[in-house]
Nanobody, 124 residues
Framework: QVQLVESGGGLVQAGGSLRLSCAASGRTLSSYAMGWFRQAPGKEREFVGA????????YYADAVKGRFTISRDNAKNTVYLQMNSLKPEDTAVYYC?????????????????WGQGTQVTVSS
């Protein structure tokens, strides 16, 4: 079983950038396809992006395509979410998640392990 811990959230002005990290412990990260999700107050958790086990394939929601980039460093057991050109509507709690079965899934039910989340707030 893997434990996931996100970091890097914070307050940023619109147009700014943040890089989120998701550090894994307990089991090697390369065993899992990884995803990022976010949840704003009063809204359902939504897919942001995902990366395959090896990192050769990435997937993005239309809302973040061209602005966000997912990468992973399996040697460091860490997944990253680089967020550029941030908008106020990107404000949410961001979660990383690991899946033992699915790669690139948009469905949160297909992910087996979740971090505790990190808050991202984008001011206008």
């Amino acid at each position: 079983q893997v434990q996931l811990v996100e970091s890097g959230g914070g307050l940023v002005q619109a147009g700014g950038s943040l890089r989120l990290s998701c550090a894994a412990s307990g089991r090697t990260l390369s065993s899992y396809a990884m995803g990022w999700f976010r949840q704003a107050p009063g809204k359902e958790r939504e897919f942001v992006g995902a990366v395959s086990r090896s990192g050769d394939m990435t997937y993005y929601a239309d809302a973040v395509k061209g602005r966000f980039t997912i990468s992973r460093d399996n040697a460091k057991n860490t997944v990253y979410l680089q967020m550029n050109s941030l908008k106020p509507e990107d404000t949410a709690v961001y979660y990383c998640a690991g899946s033992i079965s699915y790669s690139g899934s948009h469905n949160p039910d297909n992910y087996h392990y979740w971090g505790q989340g990190t808050q991202v707030t984008v001011s206008s």
